[in-house]
């Protein structure tokens, strides 16, 4: 199977590389991989029929959440119409498109149990919004496709949670961390991981289309991640305390109870999903490593 994956220099792109075959073609607008705009159907097709692609593993977004909401029509355009495009690039050439979706789709509900695939999408803002019209389109294109839900993304790359808090926890005294936003961590070398699964799975045989969710076994607020990062890192001189949400005000409401159901892939796919603490662990000696 000839992949492409877009999105290619963030945390997921960058995880996937040590996971997908060497003739892998990897694309972002970073200078790190090779150019393609998503947003051009035009450009896609071209690149589809040059490199002779089975599959986009489609992991670019529109992700700055808070920007979202002063930006409606980028994060559209970003994460429901170009994803539009590569649906319809790999309909046209009977290839399999894998979209990298969001808890985010989820939220106004007051949920209390974890999220299943057949749950109606609620978002609270742009964001999230935007992400389930991505997947709408997708659904709706008659392309072969896989629909991944995934939480609380963190990686050895880029800007996140496990690196923000590893350099705050080292420099200051005190920290406040929200406890009333409940989910699960993802460690993209996890989600990375399972990805190479389905896509062996979808080469051996022909798979239904479908949605699924993936994050880390487990649940914990921020706060309990923060905590342990802390931990894990040494960094025990810094006194985190909880506070609620209302002490970091936003342009738009997170969900407050994300954990996601993994029941369906992991037994679709005969996954065994780490628990979160052992992979942020990994996490940490991989930095520590670098």
């Given at each position: 199977?000839?992949?492409?994956?877009?999105?290619?220099?963030?945390?997921?792109?960058?995880?996937?590389?040590?996971?997908?075959?060497?003739?892998?073609?990897?694309?972002?607008?970073?200078?790190?991989?090779?150019?393609?705009?998503?947003?051009?159907?035009?450009?896609?097709?071209?690149?589809?029929?040059?490199?002779?692609?089975?599959?986009?593993?489609?992991?670019?977004?529109?992700?700055?959440?808070?920007?979202?909401?002063?930006?409606?029509?980028?994060?559209?355009?970003?994460?429901?119409?170009?994803?539009?495009?590569?649906?319809?690039?790999?309909?046209?050439?009977?290839?399999?498109?894998?979209?990298?979706?969001?808890?985010y789709v989820f939220g106004t509900e007051p949920y209390n149990r974890p999220c299943r695939e057949t749950q109606k999408g609620t978002p609270t803002g742009v964001y999230g919004l935007t992400k389930l019209h991505g997947e709408q389109a997708v659904t709706a294109s008659g392309v072969r496709y896989i629909i991944i839900r995934t939480a609380w993304l963190y990686s050895e790359y880029g800007k996140n949670f496990v690196k923000t808090m590893?350099?705050?926890?080292?420099?200051?005294?005190?920290?406040?961390?929200?406890?009333?936003?409940?989910?699960?961590?993802?460690?993209?070398?996890?989600?990375?991981?399972?990805?190479?699964?389905?896509?062996?799975?979808?080469?051996?045989?022909?798979?239904?289309?479908?949605?699924?969710?993936?994050?880390?076994?487990?649940?914990?607020?921020?706060?309990?991640?923060?905590?342990?990062?802390?931990?894990?890192?040494?960094?025990?001189?810094?006194?985190?305390?909880?506070?609620?949400?209302?002490?970091?005000?936003?342009?738009?409401?997170?969900?407050?109870?994300?954990?996601?159901?993994?029941?369906?892939?992991?037994?679709?796919?005969?996954?065994?999903?780490?628990?979160?603490?052992?992979?942020?662990?990994?996490?940490?000696?991989?930095?520590?490593?670098?």
């Amino acid at each position: 199977m000839r992949v492409l994956v877009t999105g290619a220099c963030g945390q997921l792109g960058m995880s996937l590389r040590s996971v997908l075959p060497e003739d892998t073609v990897y694309t972002d607008v970073a200078l790190q991989a090779r150019y393609l705009d998503i947003t051009d159907i035009e450009a896609i097709r071209s690149l589809v029929a040059r490199e002779k692609l089975d599959c986009i593993v489609n992991c670019a977004a529109y992700t700055n959440v808070d920007a979202a909401e002063d930006h409606p029509e980028a994060a559209e355009l970003l994460n429901a119409k170009a994803v539009e495009n590569l649906a319809f690039a790999m309909k046209e050439v009977g290839g399999l498109l894998v979209h990298i979706s969001t808890d985010y789709v989820f939220g106004t509900e007051p949920y209390n149990r974890p999220c299943r695939e057949t749950q109606k999408g609620t978002p609270t803002g742009v964001y999230g919004l935007t992400k389930l019209h991505g997947e709408q389109a997708v659904t709706a294109s008659g392309v072969r496709y896989i629909i991944i839900r995934t939480a609380w993304l963190y990686s050895e790359y880029g800007k996140n949670f496990v690196k923000t808090m590893l350099a705050l926890t080292a420099a200051k005294p005190s920290l406040k961390v929200v406890f009333d936003q409940v989910g699960t961590p993802t460690y993209a070398g996890d989600l990375a991981a399972a990805i190479g699964t389905i896509l062996s799975c979808h080469s051996e045989r022909s798979e239904e289309s479908a949605i699924y969710h993936y994050s880390n076994e487990g649940v914990c607020s921020w706060y309990d991640f923060a905590k342990a990062i802390a931990s894990y890192a040494g960094h025990t001189a810094c006194d985190i305390q909880p506070c609620h949400s209302e002490e970091f005000p936003s342009k738009v409401r997170r969900p407050a109870y994300s954990v996601l159901d993994k029941t369906k892939i992991k037994d679709r796919f005969g996954l065994r999903i780490p628990y979160w603490t052992d992979s942020l662990k990994r996490c940490l000696q991989n930095l520590e490593a670098q």
